[in-house]
């Protein structure tokens, strides 16, 4: 061997032991790479299952042997206390249409209540054509004919809708029913050709309260509720 041979060799053996040193060696003993777990996830102790870790599971609503949402105790906590009939109602309903929201439904009743009382001071008959079952238009019809044939004009503001609850519900046939009592506060006042009072007072805030029942066919696309019966109430 020349020179430089060996001096390779001398270098070559130099880094071997300085490797075996630094990264050590294979005996058969030791631990196996540590892979850390999936996000959110962790091993089953005994079973070796991958289980959700707390707070990550969605909660969802049992279902009830036929398949269908089992409906929660609360489900309609605020408008309906649990067995009553009010809440039974709502239930029947609701098996009916299940895209039935009676929180929507209360905010779209007081919309229409107003709508319907302003249309029916004013003689606007178009308007209440679309909010009204054929019944009741025929009856409001018949007031405002009364007014025209007496040149009589009724001035109505809402002053406040303090109140707009459910008292009642029903499902009968394809036919869902709500009851709503409404409390509200206006000024409403009717005046003749010449401009003098008949009716009411322009001054005067009046508290009224009325029981009206809107009625939808669940079996039809029509989203809309009309309404079918008004009464006073207390």
Request: proline share 6%; no cysteine; aromatic share 8%.
């Amino acid at each position: 061997m020349d020179i430089y041979t060996i001096i390779f060799l001398a270098l070559a053996v130099f880094i071997f032991l300085r490797l075996r040193n630094v990264l050590g060696q294979r005996t058969g003993n030791e631990r196996p790479p540590y892979d850390r777990p999936a996000r959110n996830v962790v091993q089953g102790a005994q079973d070796n299952k991958v289980v959700p870790m707390p707070g990550t599971v969605i909660d969802q609503t049992p279902l009830a042997p036929t398949g269908e949402v089992t409906p929660p105790t609360d489900r309609w906590r605020g408008l309906a206390e649990p067995g009553t009939a009010l809440a039974q109602g709502l239930d029947a309903i609701a098996a009916q249409d299940s895209s039935f929201d009676p929180r929507h439904f209360i905010s779209g009743a007081r919309g229409a209540y107003e709508m319907i009382v302003l249309a029916f001071a004013n003689g606007d008959r178009r308007a209440l054509k679309d909010l009204l079952s054929s019944e009741v238009y025929e009856s409001f019809e018949a007031v405002i004919k009364d007014r025209e044939k007496h040149e009589q004009k009724t001035e109505t503001r809402f002053v406040s809708i303090d109140k707009a609850e459910l008292v009642g519900a029903e499902a009968r046939d394809r036919s869902a029913q709500l009851t709503v009592r409404f409390v509200s506060q206006m000024i409403s006042v009717t005046r003749d050709k010449a401009g003098t009072i008949v009716d009411g007072n322009p001054e005067k805030v009046a508290d009224i309260t009325d029981v009206w029942t809107f009625a939808r066919d669940t079996s039809s696309h029509d989203p809309n509720w009309k309404l079918v019966g008004t009464g006073n109430g207390q």
